[in-house]
Structures are given as C-alpha cells and as structure tokens.
C-alpha cells in the first residue's frame, strides 16, 4: 500500500430540507388550519479516528466530500428525514488544519476518537408555525439552511515512542529491522527509505514501545534537497530519538561534522525538534577496523553530555544496553506526564 501523509480536501455539510406550505383538508372539516411540517436537518461530516488505518491514500483520488441534504417537510405536520451524516475514517495520528488559516482544528489521536468537521443546515419551519390571531391561513414556510462548507488539510503524524534520524544509510533501515519485526527495504545505495517504517520492540521487562525509522536527510534539506522535510513530522510526536551516525570504514563524513549538519537541519525545522530529548548511535561498528572515528564521536559526546551508544545491528553488540536506556527514558518521561498532569 502506498504511503500518503498528506492531503488538502473540500468538505460540505447537507443542506436542511424546506419545511412545507400544507393545510389540512379532512371532510367535516370546512376550514382546515395549517399543518406543513418542518424539514429534517442536512447531515453533519464527521471524522472518526481508526487504528485499522495507516494512510491517507484515498484522499489522493477524492478529495471532496458532500454530506446528504435534509428531507422536505410534509403535510400532516410531518417532519422531513434528517440527512445522514457522512463519517469518514481517518488514521491515528492525523492532524486536521483549516486550509484558509493553517490553525489545527482537530487531533486525532485515540482509537475511535471522532470530530464533527461541518454541521448540517437546519430543517426550516413549516407553515404550522406561522399562524396568529392575525394571519390564520400562512402561505409561506423557511427554506432550509445551507450546510457549513470549508477546505481542509490533512496531515498525518505517525504515533510512534522513538524516531530514527541521520544521513542516507546511516543504518536505520537495519537497526528497527534487528529490534523489531519490521522488515524495510535495505540496500547499500542513498535513499533507500522512501516513506517512514513503523516497528514495535519487546525488551525485558519493559513494556513495548514503538520505533519510527525516518527517510535519511542531507544537509540542505530545509531547502529541499533530497526528501527535503517531508517526513520530519513523524518525529515531532515521538518522545526521544536516535540520532545514527555511520563510523565504519566505509564512511566518508567526519562523524561529529555529520551530527552537527542533520542537528542544524533539526532547528531550521523545528526549535522544539532540536531541543526534543536524543542520543548519539554510532552504528556499523561491525564494520571498524581503525576506531579513530570511533573515539572522535565518542569524546565529544561525552564533552557535551550528550548520551552515546556504539552498535552494530549485525551482531547485535551494544543494542541491548541502548534498549535498557530507550526503556529507561521513556518510563521516567512517561511519569514526568502523568505528574504534569495532577
């Protein structure tokens, strides 16, 4: 299935049915008052959050959504049909801006959650309720209100504990493939992660948490170069990530300098991404013949307090104590919620 994060889409509620201009007509009795019925309300749309969705594809192919008019009134003092309301099933972790403003109008973040998008024009009044003293034999009833209409955007932030980040084959792809039951593609040429892979680790004790592995960045990215930023919303709910720098042979970048150029592309993103908690992986250590590389990386995390771990996802060495701490992390940030909240 494809990935899609984002969509922009018209929504439209239904129009409210007229109400109706009737009087009564039943032999024996000569002068029947008015009975016209109201119209029924048009149908609300409404968005509903469903963790059996993963994507906003099919907004790619419809991208407008008008919900059912309300019924006319009728005679007898009969009521119109209220229209049905349009229900539509959004992923878990979707964003809803209103077009015209960028203002977020709805974040949909639990299962079943739902948010009424546009209401329904009201049903108008039938000609019953229009009679006085004065002005027995109303011949006029309201039209129905026209439904709220409005241009919406969709944007879907992947609902994840810990984001992947770094250069083009830094080693995510295999790291959440050797922690969890994800399987992304992985090759050794740039850009193999196309669109984010979500994977869920079980380790010890600790209950699970879920792992998001982002399409690599490359210096230049705020401007669009490579994937550009297109992803880094799948990280800005994530509570902590893994920032992975390659240290192998193979690797070209001087490891602190490529630390430094994804940290930049961070803020130029986002001040509260740069700031978010993080720690320092270097990976492919499998691959480390000369650990000058190594050592660099190491010693200016430690000079600037920044939490280091060395791993290789092929042998799996140094990957449990990274899971313990990730354990750890997201434990203590779990209580400081929780604390916030009483």
């Known amino acids: 299935m494809k990935f899609v994060d984002y969509a922009e889409i018209f929504v439209q509620a239904g129009r409210g049915g007229r109400g109706c201009v009737s ?10 008052g008015p009975d016209g019925g109201d119209g029924g309300r048009g149908g609300h749309i409404i968005f509903r959050a469903s963790k059996d969705l993963n994507t906003l594809l099919d907004f790619r192919y419809r991208r407008e959504y008008i919900a059912i008019k309300g019924q006319h009134g ?3 003092r009969m009521h119109g049909k209220d229209g049905d309301d349009l229900v539509i099933p959004l992923p878990l972790g979707t964003v809803i801006r209103d077009k015209e403003t960028s203002m977020v109008i709805a974040d949909l973040t639990i299962d079943e959650q739902e948010f009424l998008a546009v209401r329904g024009g009201r049903g108008g009044q039938g000609n019953q309720h229009f009679a006085t003293a004065t002005r027995q034999v109303p011949r ?17 932030k ?16 295999t790291l959440i493939s050797a922690i969890s039951s994800a399987r992304p593609k992985i090759a050794d040429y740039p850009f193999t992660t196309l669109v984010p892979n979500l994977g869920v680790v079980k380790f010890g004790n600790y209950r699970s948490f879920v792992v998001a592995d982002i399409p690599g960045l490359i210096e230049g990215a705020h401007k669009g170069a490579g994937l550009g930023f297109q992803f880094l919303r ?8 893994l920032h992975l720098i390659d240290v192998s042979d193979m690797a070209e970048a001087d490891p602190v300098e490529q630390y430094l150029k994804i940290r930049h592309e961070l803020h130029l993103y986002s001040d509260a991404l740069s700031l978010k908690k993080h720690a320092v992986v270097a990976s492919k250590i499998d691959a480390v013949s000369d650990t000058l590389r190594l050592d660099v990386l190491k010693k200016y995390c430690k000079t600037n307090h920044i939490d280091f771990f060395a791993i290789s996802s092929i042998t799996g060495k140094g990957t449990r104590e990274m899971l313990k701490y990730l354990g750890d992390a ?12 009483r």
Not at 158 to 173: C, E, F, M, R, W
């Open 234 to 241: 799948h990280i800005e709910r994530t509570r902590i990530f």
């Open 330 to 341: 997201l434990i203590k940030e779990q209580e400081r919620v929780e604390t916030d909240r």
């Open 23 to 32: 009087f009564r007509r039943e032999k024996y009795v000569p002068r029947g």
């Open 140 to 156: 006029f009833a309201q039209p129905g209100e026209e439904g709220e209409e409005k241009y919406l955007i969709l944007e879907l």
């Open 74 to 76: 009728m005679g007898q």
């Open 158 to 173: 992947l609902l994840a504990d810990v984001g992947l980040v770094g250069l083009p084959n830094a080693g995510k792809s």
